[in-house]
């Protein structure tokens, strides 16, 4: 089980970014896919989750309206697009699996993408 993160980078306050985590080794289509965030000195966070089928999501309270997750399972990748970031939003983001939301996630922490939200 693997998971790749990308689309991080330096964005000023009130910009945008599209992150993608390419998944393999399982069957992507079946399990419930995350994005967590981690700061600094701070526990990694669940940020957003989206079912299967791609018809169900959940959003941590400190980013609904502002991010939407979405999911290709025909190209086994998930996205998180961030909008009106905020300099609280800076972390490093991962992206892992789950039969169920809120579940354990099923692989190892990839390197994970910074973004980073800065004047």
Request: proline content about 3%; aromatic content about 10%; glycine content about 12%.
């Amino acid at each position: 089980v693997q998971f790749v993160e990308s689309g991080g980078g330096l964005v000023q306050p009130g910009g945008s970014l599209r992150l993608s985590c390419t998944a393999s080794g399982f069957t992507f289509s079946t399990y419930v896919v995350s994005w967590y965030r981690q700061a600094p000195g701070i526990e990694r966070e669940l940020v957003a989750a989206i079912s299967s089928a791609g018809g169900v999501t959940n959003y941590a309270d400190s980013v609904k309206g502002r991010f939407t997750i979405s999911r290709d399972n025909a190209k086994n990748t998930a996205y998180l697009q961030m909008n009106n970031l905020k300099p609280e939003d800076t972390a490093v983001y991962y992206c892992n699996a789950q039969l169920l939301f809120h579940g354990r996630p099923i692989g190892s922490w990839g390197q994970g993408t910074q973004v980073t939200v800065s004047s």
